[in-house]
């Protein structure tokens, strides 16, 4: 059975940073493009950042671009997401995402809140 579980949400000031992570069970990541998404309240969902298996290569939504950086460890199976210069338009829950075979496979959601 194929898992993800993010992790690493909170509550933190303007200009704070976190690291989420996507930890995967039943599922080598390595395989697979993984995506960053995120729901804030009211709104529909928003593609934050991905990194595909092929060469590694990412890509980031201009709202992130330049303070929001994706990555892959492949030792312990986890993607993160590291969210630098935070800003309260970024509060949302954030799911990790991947396409397993022609099933959407979706993370339970962390809660990341930026307010003063």
């Known amino acids: 059975q194929v898992q993800l579980v993010e992790s690493g949400g909170g509550l933190v000031q303007p200009g704070g940073s976190l690291r989420l992570s996507c930890a995967a069970s039943?599922?080598?990541?390595?395989?697979?493009?993984i995506a960053w998404f995120r729901q804030a309240p009211g709104k529909g969902p928003e593609g934050v950042s991905s990194i595909s298996s092929s060469d590694g290569s990412t890509a980031d939504a201009d709202s992130v671009k330049g303070r929001f950086t994706i990555s892959r460890d492949k030792a312990t199976n986890t993607v993160y997401l590291q969210m630098n210069s935070l800003k309260p338009e970024d509060t949302a829950v954030y799911y990790c995402?991947?396409?397993?075979?022609?099933?959407?496979?979706w993370g339970q959601g962390t809660q990341v809140t930026v307010s003063s």
């Open positions: 039943g599922i080598d990541l390595k395989y697979y493009a």
């Open positions: 995402y991947l396409l397993w075979g022609s099933v959407p496979t």
